[in-house]
């Protein structure tokens, strides 16, 4: 590498701290092309960082600060129902912090002059958790696909399915560590990786019931069980130790009040707004987000620029003391 920077033949030498992680064949490439950024480049790549920085301090980094980490802190001092809340909060704190981080990172790429795939698809309308993995974290999930679930199932291709849920769970249970040496992380990683398997297992079946029901149902249900699922899962990936997640499981399937819902959204209502928010952001369809961001694109200069100014005053407003940095970047 010393040698050459010396020679002048490279000197692009980033510090990757959570993704997207793109591979060599995609970035270097960009390298021998001259940089050339249009009007609608710094458009865009400014439309994400906005995007991205709301997402960040006006919804993640409120939702933390002012219910979730509140919760997973003190479980006990918490009802069963808020706990329950306090899980869909982390999840969707999560989503918000890590999408939030990539908008920004890719906005920031295009100013650069380099152009580096997207990280999310939607995660939540996922109908079962390896939709999900398709659709979250991309980058990461090609990666394991690429370098460890498919050298490991084609050593084990003799063992046909049982070889591939093998591969499944030991990618997982090293994603898992990848997350960080606690057995929080192992134990979230372990769940998915049983996930996974439990839809290979039950494929077939899963294409019966299927044939049973309409088809707006049978992917209603799917949705609605599979984003229970990463809600319950998150709060190993939330909780500082196994003992504060396992507490925070015993709140929620043996102290479960639904009664007590109406008395928590009004002591809690506007991170209850917040949370409604980001659910309705999130399954916003695409079409309608790129046509904004057209929009901004077309509009003129100064009226983008009184935006931008308007959104860092909001952000301002709602900018907590105590700011969290992004989440991936601990990993």
Known sequence: AES????????????????????????????RKK?????????????????????????????????????FDAPTFFTGFEALMASYGALMHLYFDFSGYTDIVIG??????????????????????????????????????????????????????FGIVVAVLITFFISG???????????????????????????????????????????????????????LSIVLFTAQDVEHAFVMYKMIFTELDFSLATQWIQLYSIPFGVLLLSLVLHYIPMKWIDKAKERFVKTPLIIKTILIILTVLLLYQVFQSDAQPFIYLEF
């Not at 480049?41 to 997402?55: H, N, Q, R």
């Not at 960040?56 to 919760?71: G, M, Q, S």
């Not at 297992?201 to 049978?218: C, G, T």
């Open 4 to 31: 050459d920077v010396y020679k002048r033949q490279v000197s692009f030498f980033p510090n990757i701290l959570a993704g997207p992680i793109s591979k060599a064949r995609d970035l270097l490439p960009q390298f």
């Open 35 to 71: 940089i050339s950024l249009t009007n609608k480049d710094f458009s865009v790549a400014f439309f994400l960082i906005l995007i991205g920085s709301i997402k960040k301090i006006a919804i993640a980094d409120y939702l933390a600060a002012n219910f979730v980490d509140r919760v």
């Open 108 to 161: 920031l790429a295009l100013l650069l002059g380099f152009k580096i795939e997207s990280n999310f698809n939607k995660p939540f309308l996922a109908q079962n958790v390896t939709d999900f993995w398709r659709r979250w974290h991309i980058t990461l999930s090609n990666w394991l696909n690429e370098y460890l679930y498919y050298p490991l199932s084609f050593s084990m291709q003799n063992l046909k399915r």
């Open 177 to 231: 560590i990848w997350h960080g040496a606690a057995w929080t992380f192992i134990l979230w990683g372990v769940s998915h990786g049983i996930a996974m398997a439990w839809d290979i297992i039950s494929q077939q079946a899963r294409k019966r019931v299927k044939k049973l029901i309409p088809n707006l149902i049978y992917r209603f249900i799917s949705i609605f069980i599979t984003f229970n699922f990463l809600a």
